[in-house]
């Protein structure tokens, strides 16, 4: 990044080569049901660190800076898409509402619930089953599951909000 | 366009940039907001023509050293908001430190008082104005800041538009300053801490549209 600065465009070319997967694979974990968006994504916040690579500064790490912009350049695209879409959403929850029973509607609720805790990691899915499931506290979900106490308040977090992507996802 | 492909056309012949670009311009953003405060400042109020004796007294330099002191830090703030995945402890703390300096003068000034006089030092003879006239104040510093942090690279908006218009506040009141007569810790801590925070949440509101990049 330095070298970039200093214009070396070699060194330049290296760089973004060996940014392209890092941000590709940040991106991958983002955004389960928009894997077409990656790409663009990717190439956006190359293009971001070419166009603010003066806004780095050579006592920080990189990779927190890249990151700032690389997480700056998905809300972005979340916002925007939230925006557009929410236009679709009446007419969606009134179909639902039309032709859908309640009660099968749980069963298959609890039923997906198992399936998708499945594919969740264990430090995600373990605080999940203990907090949420059983109603345990967050101490007794540590010492159960081996975690500490703020691995399994962090597991929460990140477990549910991976479920509802997953959810939104599937819909 | 594959991003081996945009790879290439951005590193060809790339051009070399001064990392010390931002800073400068933040600095000179902040200063020429300073100096456009002034024109505003004399076509509206004019100069407290007691400037001179009022430099006397001390605790116009501790005045000085609050709004001051708030305008560095403010600038340190944004400067690190306007850089992506800057840490922000140590500039809030800077943030903190001359409000709670004028804080503890402010207790003490009010301790000491007399009780029928208490009222006086915390509201003096301008408080419904001061804020307001130096919200109005820091209104060119508050353009040209948000300029300049849009072309660096805030990536929390709100708070970016927040920290530029505390700063554009904080600038604002060293031109108002100039004019302002008061002289009571109680009524510069609320105030113009007060005057600071209008243009702040007027940055908050505005940031997240305006600052985007």
């Known amino acids: 990044m330095v070298a970039a600065q200093l214009g070396d465009s070699a060194a330049y070319a290296a760089f973004l080569r060996e940014l392209s997967p890092l941000l590709r694979g940040f991106y991958r974990r983002r955004l389960f049901n928009l894997q077409d968006d990656i790409e663009d994504l990717v190439q956006e916040t190359l293009l971001a660190v070419h166009n603010k690579r003066h806004t780095y500064d050579a006592s920080q790490p990189v990779t927190s800076w890249l990151y700032a912009i690389a997480r700056y350049k998905l809300v972005d695209l979340l916002r925007s898409r939230a925006g557009r879409e929410a236009l679709h959403e009446p007419l969606d929850e009134g179909h639902e509402e039309l032709f859908t029973d309640p009660a099968p509607d749980a069963d298959e609720a609890r039923r997906d619930l198992g399936v998708l805790l499945q594919q969740l990691p264990d430090k995600q899915r373990l605080p999940i089953e203990y907090v949420k499931l059983q109603g345990l506290s967050v101490r007794e979900a540590a010492q159960r599951s081996g975690l500490s106490e703020s691995a399994v308040k962090i597991g929460v977090f990140r477990g549910l909000r991976v479920l509802a992507e997953r959810i939104r996802g599937e819909r | ?213």
């Open chain 2, 1 to 213: 366009m594959n991003t081996d492909q945009l790879i290439a056309a951005l590193s060809n012949g790339v051009e070399p940039v001064d990392p010390g670009a931002a800073r400068r311009n933040l600095m000179l953003a902040a200063a020429a907001g300073f100096v456009a405060g002034l024109p505003l400042l004399l076509t509206l109020l004019g100069i407290n023509p007691r400037l001179a004796q009022a430099a006397l007294l001390p605790m116009f330099w501790v005045k000085l050293a609050f709004v001051g002191g708030l305008a560095a830090a403010g600038w340190w703030t944004v400067f690190r908001l306007s850089r992506p995945g800057a840490a922000l402890g140590a500039p809030a703390l800077a943030l903190a430190a001359p409000v709670l300096v004028m804080g503890a003068l402010a207790l003490a000034a009010m301790l000491l008082a007399q009780a029928d006089q208490r009222l006086a030092l915390l509201l003096g003879s301008s408080w419904t104005v001061c804020p307001w006239r130096i919200a109005v104040l820091a209104m060119p510093a508050f353009v040209l800041m948000l300029w300049a942090v849009k072309g660096l690279a805030p990536t929390r908006l709100r708070l970016a538009g927040a920290g530029a218009g505390m700063l554009a506040g904080a600038i604002g009141a060293l031109v108002y300053l100039l004019y302002c007569p008061e002289m009571a810790p109680p009524f510069l801590l609320v105030w113009y801490t007060l005057g600071m925070l209008l243009p702040a949440a007027l940055g908050a509101l505005v940031g997240p549209r305006v600052l985007r990049w």
